[in-house]
């Protein structure tokens, strides 16, 4: 099965610096790369998800970059702010219309902004 | 749509006992997923369902752990008996079969002592 390891687990930064989360993945056949975010006692929530036919996609402050020969994807925050202090978990699934879905998460990196 | 509801939010309980959580997914997804969140292991996919259909419960840690989708818009997950270990929030959540945004509950915090 899918195996999705994330770097770092900790990330310490200060308030306008950026944030880089990394993410590998181990089956190659896997098309969709979704980013989650988990704020203190809530429930994760989508904040960008990237395709394998594309190598990159920004939203305002945060973007994601794929490299498919590698295997790995990554999120990137600039300008931080302390509302961005969250756990942010990676995940990667295929996606294939009507058959079966399944989306395998990172273990999350816990990201603080220091004022 | 007030998204996914699960319940309860919180339930504690003593070892040995029968533990139900259940949610209800958004109202037209075709897929519903079961994950474990603890700080050991991260969020772990227990089962998910499409169309009701258990598709893939290779997650289930062991036979103490069932879970069920009768319809399209319930599920519940059991454990018998419980025990300290299964302490963690459980998250539902449900998507479109296509693969596109998985959205959760606000999951349930059980405490088994």
């Known amino acids: 099965g899918e195996n999705v390891e994330q770097h770092p687990s900790t990330l310490s930064v200060q308030e306008g610096d950026s944030a880089v989360i990394k993410c590998t993945y181990s089956?190659?056949?896997?098309?969709?790369f979704p980013w989650y975010k988990q704020e203190l006692g809530k429930r994760p929530q989508l904040i960008i998800d990237i395709r394998s036919n594309v190598g990159e996609k920004k939203d305002q402050r945060i973007a994601v970059t794929l490299n498919k020969t590698a295997k790995h994807f990554s999120l990137h925050i600039t300008e931080t702010q302390p509302e961005d202090s969250a756990v942010y978990f990676c995940?990667?699934?295929?996606?294939?219309?009507?058959?079966?879905?399944?989306?395998?998460f990172g273990k999350g990196t816990l990201l603080t902004v220091n004022p | 749509d007030a998204g996914v509801i699960q319940s309860p939010r919180h339930e504690v309980t003593e070892m040995g006992q029968e533990v139900t959580l259940r949610c209800k997914p958004i109202s037209g997804h075709n897929s519903l997923f079961w994950y474990r969140q603890t700080m050991m292991r991260g969020l772990e996919l227990l089962i998910y369902f499409n169309n009701n259909v258990p598709i893939d419960d290779s997650g289930m840690p062991e036979d103490r752990f069932s879970a069920k989708m009768p319809n399209a818009s319930f599920s519940t997950l059991k454990i018998q008996p419980s025990e300290p270990r299964d302490s963690a929030v459980y998250f539902c959540?449900?998507?479109?079969?296509?693969?596109?945004?998985?959205?959760f509950g606000q999951g349930t915090r059980l405490t088994v002592v």
């Open positions: 089956d190659s056949a896997s098309n969709y």
């Open positions: 959540a449900s998507s479109f079969l296509s693969g596109t945004e998985a959205f």
């Open positions: 995940a990667a699934s295929i996606v294939s219309g009507g058959s079966n879905y399944k989306l395998t």
